[in-house]
Nanobody, 123 residues
Framework: QVQLVESGGGLVQPGGSLRLSCAVSGRTLSSYTMGWFRQAPGQEREFVARITWSGGSTFYSDSVKGRFAISRDGAKNTVSLQMNSLKPEDTAVYYC????????????????WGQGTRVTVSS
């Protein structure tokens, strides 16, 4: 089993920054992909970014490319999402997820999920 716990959400003004963290425990994740997804009220869960645990290859949705950065720290067993130049449309609950390499950006392919952390971008 894998346990994922997100932290770092909160209220931020447009143009501001937040850093989300996902603490990972349980089985080793060397062959896994770690993803961040978000879900705004009344909307589908949306892919944000992913990273391979072993090689660190990253991929971003077009809506966050150039503003967000995903990273992982093998020593601390954490995955982070640095969010810069935040916009009101980034407001959502953000979820950390773990899945096989083939999960790519498809939420249904991820096996493990955290409980989510809320991000609100508003003046």
């Amino acid at each position: 089993q894998v346990q994922l716990v997100e932290s770092g959400g909160g209220l931020v003004q447009p143009g501001g920054s937040l850093r989300l963290s996902c603490a990972v425990s349980g089985r080793t994740l060397s062959s896994y992909t770690m993803g961040w997804f978000r879900q705004a009220p009344g909307q589908e869960r949306e892919f944000v970014a992913r990273i391979t645990w072993s090689g660190g290859s990253t991929f971003y949705s077009d809506s966050v490319k150039g503003r967000f950065a995903i990273s992982r720290d093998g020593a601390k067993n954490t995955v982070s999402l640095q969010m810069n130049s935040l916009k009101p449309e980034d407001t959502a609950v953000y979820y950390c997820a773990a899945g096989p390499r083939a999960a790519l950006g498809y939420a249904a392919r991820y096996s493990y999920w955290g409980q989510g952390t809320r991000v609100t971008v508003s003046s």
